[in-house]
């Protein structure tokens, strides 16, 4: 186990950035998840500390130690690929030992990891199967197996749910989970799945155009956005976005004009906020009420309505807000395309976004992270 320090890590390839200045630091034993839409840099970022991309500027130390300069085999972390690249003619117990191999290991430790770590995998059943008798669930624990074996201080995991159907990538999450708790290493998963992000990581890392948008806890990431970006990738589905005006503000709360001219007070912090300035109130799908129960109330028609069994996405048609609104409901509640419907939104449940995507800070307090 170790710690992993990132200083102002920069990639280029040629003009190109790719990472820009990224600082962050993963204590020993974290899980962190790298997250972020295609083409952030969160897979480069993940093969500069793997050693397998050169850094082009700032410092990478792993538990306290430089290794810019060091190869791969020498900075003592373990990659599992997308891809599981198992050599398909040797069995798996071969497959997970092939590495220690070449590194010249002795036949019985060599033996006695595979047989470890076969059962915390719980592969001891296979080690003498081919890759081809393997389900696709079976074949990324082979390949994470692999990684084991060699007992890295951090491993890296770049996308590893990304082959697997539905079911096998929630069994996987939670195998992953599992393994992390009984192992304690520090772990660094890249994906660009935000569920596995939720519900993985002790820590989030959002990346965007090769920067960090906003680190912290998952459930700080949902409920406390810095920014219209993370606000909007963080959930699923996503949050709603609304183009208000402001009417006043101060520290304590600002008011704004809302769709159709009506005013709402939000719990927001307006410091330095003007009057007519162009705002963008955010509310979640999942945070709509009835509108007896709402500070305010759109009056719209559904659009599609689809049913989910546990719940309902409603998409709702609100004449002079664009694009449509997306409700989450009651999975009971009969529904349906053309019908008229009322929905309302309580001030402290809402976002609030200046112009240049930066969040205002919110003053409630949500009883999930703060008890």
């Not at 096998?168 to 989970?177: D, G, P, T, Y």
């Not at 509108?291 to 109330?297: G, L, M, T």
Request: aromatic residues 6%; negative net charge; hydrophobic residues 40%.
């Amino acid at each position: 186990m170790a710690s992993v320090t990132l200083r102002n890590i920069c990639k280029s390839y040629g003009d190109i950035p790719i990472t820009r200045g990224i600082d962050l630091d993963i204590a020993d034993g974290e899980f962190v998840v790298f997250v972020g839409p295609s083409g952030c840099g969160k897979s480069t970022l993940l093969r500069l500390i793997a050693g397998l991309e050169e850094i082009t500027s700032g410092e990478l130390l792993i538990d306290g130690e430089r290794v810019n300069e060091l190869p791969p085999m020498e900075r003592s972390v373990g990659m599992v690929f997308q891809s599981y690249a198992l050599y398909p003619h040797m069995d798996v117990a071969e497959n997970m030992a092939f590495g220690l191999k070449l590194a010249k290991v002795s036949k019985a430790e060599i033996r006695r990891r595979v047989e470890e770590v076969a059962r915390i995998l719980q592969l001891d059943h296979l080690l003498e199967r081919k890759p081809k008798d393997l389900s696709g669930g079976q074949r990324q624990r082979v390949a994470i197996g692999r990684t084991l074996v060699r007992e890295p201080k951090v491993f890296l995991f770049d996308e590893p749910l990304s082959n697997l159907d539905a079911f096998l990538r929630v069994q996987m999450r939670i195998e992953i989970s599992r393994l992390h708790q009984r192992l304690k290493s520090t772990m660094i998963y890249v994906t660009h799945d935000q569920v596995e992000a939720m519900t993985m990581a002790d820590k989030i890392v959002v990346l965007n155009a090769g920067r960090i948008a906003q680190v912290g806890p998952p459930l700080e990431l949902y409920h406390y956005p810095q920014n219209r970006f993370v606000a909007g990738f963080i959930g699923s589905p996503q949050m709603n976005f609304l183009p208000v005006t402001a009417v006043s503000a101060d520290a304590g709360s600002v008011r704004v004009e809302m769709p159709g001219g009506s005013w709402l007070d939000l719990p927001v912090d307006g410091s330095g906020i003007a009057p007519g300035e162009a705002l963008t109130l955010g509310i979640r799908p999942e945070h709509f009420v009835d509108a007896e129960q709402a500070d305010f109330s759109f009056h719209g028609e559904i659009a599609v309505a689809e049913r989910l069994g546990d719940h309902n996405l409603l998409h709702l048609v609100v004449e002079g807000i664009e694009p449509m609104l997306t409700l989450r409901g009651d999975g009971n509640r009969r529904v349906q395309a053309g019908q008229p419907l009322a929905a309302g939104l309580r001030a402290d449940k809402c976002h609030l976004f200046r112009a240049d995507g930066e969040a205002c800070r919110r003053h409630y307090r949500e009883p999930a992270i703060y008890g």
